[in-house]
């Protein structure tokens, strides 16, 4: 098979199943383009999402400042890319409970990029300690330096 027949069939794949998402549940037709922007921008710019949104917070966010990383991810992932963070919605109702419960001991389940991460780790109380776990490796070394850019890396052990 050339390469042409190959592109081709991934052209036509792609069409049906768009037209098939859109017969079925126009909501996740964007959904669905997105994902495909998405593959499309990762091959060509070499980079993932997560690099993205990374080198994002690398470019406008002040380092050591936790709620400039927050509120740049917020951003860039409202306005350009969505991202599975906790988001600034849900992210209020979690700094509540972490001040209402002011805990000494954490454990976080899910680093992702490591929103959530700063997000509680920029309320801990001095001396608390917070681990947070991350499946993926990829995944673990871009929140390992959003953390360590936030001036988090002593109070979240990723
Ligand atoms: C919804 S995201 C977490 C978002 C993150 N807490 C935030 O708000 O920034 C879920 C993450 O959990 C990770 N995950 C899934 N299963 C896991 C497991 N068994 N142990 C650790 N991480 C896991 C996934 O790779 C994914 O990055």
């Known amino acids: 098979m050339d390469s042409c027949t190959i592109i081709f069939g991934i052209i036509a794949f792609l069409t049906a199943t768009l037209y098939i998402t859109y017969k079925r549940n126009r909501g996740m037709t964007k959904i669905y383009m997105q994902e495909i922007w998405q593959t499309i921008k990762n091959v060509f710019l070499c980079q993932s999402k997560e690099q993205r949104v990374l080198a994002f917070v690398q470019k406008n966010a002040v380092r050591g400042d936790p709620q400039s990383v927050i509120d740049n991810i917020d951003k860039y992932c409202s306005q350009r890319e969505w991202a599975m963070n906790v988001g600034d919605q849900k992210g209020?109702?979690?700094?509540?409970?972490?001040k209402e419960t002011n805990p000494s001991v954490l454990l976080e389940l899910g680093t992702y990029c490591g929103y959530s991460a700063v997000r509680i780790g920029r309320l801990?109380?001095?001396g608390a300690r917070f681990y947070t776990l991350e499946i993926n490796p990829t995944f673990a070394a871009i929140a390992k330096q959003i953390i360590e850019f936030a001036g988090l890396k002593d109070k979240v052990r990723t």
Do not use: C, M, R, Y
Request: aromatic share 0%; net charge positive.
């Open 92 to 98: 209020l109702i979690l700094d509540k409970i972490v």
């Open 124 to 126: 801990l109380k001095p």
